[in-house]
């Protein structure tokens, strides 16, 4: 059923854009949801196609060729870096404000702390010259509310080590689409920088 | 990605817990909110065979492979003597699908917003239920049942505060899973078991005791 759906959509509409301004209601089939649906596919934009490249928890990815890196968040932070000078890019979905919190974990891409100077460290490894660097960031929800009034407010704790590690690092941080109790769905142009955020099932949003 | 990731559905016990105590804890839940099911719907409701996975906590989305798939959650934390975290997952056209049958009404459209949050709800109280009363009644422990939380949003983003709260006491998550099916073949469900550390202790001695 669903698959059909989604089959149908895209045969009747392929455009993401598009597809975004039909009407829906807080629990339907979302369009622009099912149109993600795919694991693969290509955005169509009005100048050019990007290839998405999806980034797992825990992850980072720092990419040099036009596509676009996304990824879902909850109470994680995505962490997107632009380098404006030579039009490249990385993300990290960090889980934890830091590294400390456990020992002997050489995922330097879980934790905030040591994931925004390893982003930014493979950033000036891949290009020409180490200028431009600009910060993205969107997530630190929180959900569910016994999960929060538990286990401390991690969404928020997250939000706060990334700040915390950019300024560090000397890196700027241009937007943010954080806390809520939404998740949200990151997609980072690494050509433009551009970042779009879809907060649980509402429109989506540039930042 | 080199770390190793188990899937059993035998027992084959690592250091601490015995993972078979905790699959056959989850399987007699699990029976139990198929019966409870079959009845609300009036037709056969099946269970896979339940599953217990261990893997590194950030493992699990790339594991289940649902990314941005629509999912409704509905969540429901024990607390008590032992704690415990329990998630009933339907994909968003599954939960809809649910709540038109509950509301005995023909078309997944016809269901209002409201009508179906409160039957998704009720699923939810009831399946955990279910669940519930197999965990005290096997561990003997007093647990309480906080009201139900649901939420609507993309699979990852659902599981990751979960995957988190896992983290933070243990390197590995350890969660139990089953899937529900409708007579027509139709997966209808996920329900995951994120037991606490306390909880795989107090299952494991459960064990010995029974044993010795």
């Known amino acids: 059923m669903w698959t059909r759906l989604c089959n149908l959509l895209f045969t009747v509409n392929p455009l993401n854009t598009s597809l975004a301004k039909l009407p829906q209601n807080s629990y339907g089939a979302k369009p622009s949801l099912a149109s993600s649906f795919a694991t693969s596919k290509v955005v169509q934009n009005s100048e050019k196609s990007f290839q998405e490249v999806r980034v797992d928890m825990a992850d980072m990815k720092v990419e040099t060729k036009p596509v676009v890196l996304i990824t879902n968040v909850g109470s994680c932070v995505a962490i997107c870096i632009h380098d404006s000078v030579n039009k490249s890019g990385g993300l990290a979905h960090i889980m934890l404000p830091d590294s400390k919190i456990t020992k002997n974990d050489v995922l330097v891409s879980k934790y905030a702390d040591t994931a925004v100077p390893a982003l930014a460290e493979a950033l000036r490894k891949s290009g020409r010259s180490s200028f431009g660097l600009s910060a993205k960031i969107a997530g630190g929800a929180n959900m569910f509310s016994n999960l929060k009034a538990n286990s401390l407010n991690i969404g928020e704790k997250n939000v706060e080590a990334v700040k915390e590690a950019l300024e560090n690092n000397g890196i700027k941080l241009l937007a943010e689409d954080v806390r809520g109790t939404c998740g949200r769905r990151v997609a980072f142009n690494i050509v433009t920088g551009k970042v779009h955020v879809r907060c649980g099932n509402k429109e989506v949003t540039e930042i | ?212």
Request: hydrophobic share 40%; charged share 25%.
């Open chain 2, 1 to 212: 990605m080199t770390e190793s990731v188990t899937t059993k559905n035998v027992e084959q016990s690592p250091e601490e817990v015995d993972l078979g105590i905790v699959l056959e804890l989850g399987s007699i839940g699990a029976g139990h909110a198929a019966t409870s099911l079959s009845e609300i719907f009036q037709e056969p409701i099946s269970i896979e065979v339940p599953k217990i996975h261990t893997m590194p906590p950030h493992m699990v989305p790339s594991h289940y492979k649902k990314h941005d798939v629509p999912t409704t959650a509905v969540y429901m934390q024990l607390r008590g003597e032992a704690e415990c975290d329990i998630l009933l997952m339907f994909e968003v056209e599954e939960a809809k699908k649910i709540a038109a049958m509950m509301n005995m009404v023909e078309s997944p459209d016809d269901v209002d917003p409201d009508m179906e949050a409160s039957a998704i709800d009720e699923l939810g109280n009831i399946v955990i239920g279910s669940f519930l009363t197999a965990l005290s009644d096997f561990t003997g422990a007093n647990l309480v049942p906080n009201p139900p939380e649901r939420a609507t949003d993309s699979f990852d983003a659902i599981l990751d505060s979960f995957l988190i709260k896992q983290m933070l006491s243990s390197d590995m998550a350890m969660l139990f899973d089953t899937q529900f099916k409708r007579a027509d073949g139709n997966i209808s469900g996920i329900l995951m078991m994120f037991p606490s550390r306390d909880l795989q202790r107090t299952l494991t001695e459960k064990a010995k005791s029974w044993v010795s």
